[in-house]
């Protein structure tokens, strides 16, 4: 019989709630963004997330979007800190020196709150929440009330998230959201790099400036890279720090990871709600990829001006949600 658990734990001494199905194991770290921070085959010893060792936690707390599936909100660059939304400019912190933006938004190493964890004869799972009103240090640049809402449920059909934001304030707002999700290549054990192939629901790329930002051009794709959405190819074949349109396959968005020697898939279906891809391999060095699914074409509210819906750019009235949904699962063979 199947064991289902929710639990209180720690991970590196780091408080977490545990999620058990089967032999499927995942921990989430509410107290650092509710960053998703291990998603594991506990009989096949697999590691399906880049996780931080013991004496790397104090690294990844100053650094937490290169581990586990960390929460962007709102997702990537805007040049000059600036973001404009209808009529109005906001003012973000530079934090990225080499190109003077500002750079993955507020949220993915604040403490968000366990709305509660259980588990039953089909599932584990937990809900956790950050709700942003007028006196949070986030409000200051953001200046709207609203909730993002995460569940996260563990079963035979893998890693399942929900993500949800609510508009709590008065005002039109923007939603922009993204995950900074890494993932291992190689995931099991004996496996290495070169047994790992990928493909991509990737469409055209985005050209980008000195500084990162789109040009609102499309840039030809490479021999290799034009077999993105094929597969087939090395994470690592070249080095990639690129921005794609999200062109879903048989109505799916998703990333599909090979490892041919053991014979496994990790497929990462992410929902159509997210309309591009930004792809970072860490300068095409083995070990960790990052498929990141985004909403919103990078610093579009500054950004040529396309159609709003074309990049994203898309807005939540008072009371609205946004809502979407993505796995992470095997397909053995």
Not at 7 to 36: C, K, M, Q
């Amino acid at each position: 019989m199947t064991t289902h658990e929710a639990y209180e734990g720690t991970f590196h001494d780091e408080p977490a709630i545990w999620l058990r199905s089967g032999d499927y194991e995942a921990a989430v770290l509410p107290g650092i963004g509710a960053n998703l921070i291990a998603f594991r085959d506990t009989a096949k010893n697999h590691h399906y997330l880049r996780e931080p060792a013991a004496d790397e936690m104090e690294a990844f707390k100053s650094l937490p979007y290169v581990h586990g599936i960390p929460v962007l909100f709102p997702p990537n660059r805007y040049e000059d800190g600036k973001f404009r939304w209808e009529g109005k400019t906001y003012q973000f912190p530079v934090n990225e020196a080499a190109t003077g933006n500002h750079l993955h938004g507020f949220v993915y190493g604040l403490p968000w709150k366990v709305e509660g964890f259980s588990a039953d004869g089909l599932e584990s799972r937990v809900t956790l929440s950050l709700s942003i009103a007028e006196g949070h240090e986030v409000y200051g640049y953001f200046p709207h009330a609203f909730t993002i809402r995460l569940q996260y449920t563990l079963s035979a059909d893998g890693l399942h998230q929900r993500v949800q934001v609510r508009n709590d304030g008065p005002d039109r707002m923007p939603c922009l959201t993204a995950f900074h999700t890494t993932i291992n290549a190689p995931f099991a054990p004996e496996s290495t790099a070169e047994d790992c192939t990928f493909k991509v629901t990737v469409g055209e790329r985005w050209e980008l400036s000195e500084r990162l930002l789109p040009t609102g051009r499309y840039q030809p794709l490479g021999t290799q890279e034009s077999k993105l959405a094929e597969g087939g190819l090395s994470p690592f074949f070249e080095e990639m720090d690129n921005h794609y349109t999200a062109v879903p396959q048989d109505g799916r968005n998703r990333m599909e990871l090979r490892d041919r020697r053991a014979g496994v898939t990790l497929v990462y279906d992410v929902g159509t709600a997210y309309k591009q891809w930004m792809i970072w391999n860490n300068k095409a060095t083995p070990g960790f990829f990052c498929p990141e699914p985004q909403m919103n074409l990078v610093n579009a509210p500054n950004g040529p001006e396309l159609p709003a819906e074309e990049i994203g750019l898309i807005g939540l009235a008072p009371g609205e949600l946004w809502e979407e949904t993505s796995r992470l699962y095997l397909i053995e063979g």
